[in-house]
């Protein structure tokens, strides 16, 4: 049976709800946190998401930091877990270049926010 666990990081309180009860209505479980130490603390409780969703422009600790922990860090990486960084306010080539993620720009495409996560909770 697939996991269906996917951690969403992002600040904004009406675009993080609004994603995590359309992820729930297709039978995700979605633990949500409104920045990286959140989302690094969700880690830590939690355990491992078959996804990460991420912002990068956030409060408290952001997106970029957020990676540059997961990129140190042996049984959170990003090897470990996926990760898409959904944002509007950076050059999606350099991010997936330094790494290693998947991108979509906001405003978010659904179908395709859907897909990857089909494609990264299905398998494994």
């Given at each position: 049976?697939p996991?269906r666990?996917?951690?969403?990081i992002?600040?904004?309180?009406?675009?993080r709800e609004?994603?995590?009860e359309?992820?729930e209505?297709?039978?995700?479980?979605?633990?949500?946190a409104a920045?990286?130490r959140?989302?690094?603390?969700?880690?830590?409780?939690k355990?491992?998401?078959?996804?990460?969703?991420?912002d990068?422009?956030?409060?408290?600790m952001?997106?970029w930091?957020?990676?540059?922990t997961?990129?140190?860090d042996?049984q959170?990486?990003?090897?470990?877990?996926?990760?898409?960084?959904?944002s509007?306010?950076a050059?999606?080539?350099?991010?997936?270049?330094?790494?290693?993620?998947?991108?979509l720009?906001k405003?978010?495409?659904?179908?395709?926010?859907?897909?990857?996560?089909?494609?990264?909770?299905?398998?494994?």
């Amino acid at each position: 049976m697939p996991c269906r666990h996917i951690l969403l990081i992002e600040d904004e309180t009406d675009l993080r709800e609004t994603l995590k009860e359309l992820l729930e209505l297709i039978g995700f479980e979605v633990e949500t946190a409104a920045n990286g130490r959140e989302g690094l603390a969700n880690l830590e409780t939690k355990g491992r998401p078959c996804l990460i969703m991420l912002d990068l422009m956030m409060p408290v600790m952001n997106g970029w930091q957020f990676l540059e922990t997961l990129k140190k860090d042996p049984q959170h990486g990003q090897a470990a877990i996926p990760v898409v960084v959904v944002s509007a306010a950076a050059d999606m080539v350099e991010i997936q270049a330094q790494y290693g993620c998947r991108s979509l720009s906001k405003p978010v495409d659904i179908d395709r926010l859907l897909g990857m996560a089909h494609e990264h909770c299905e398998s494994c």
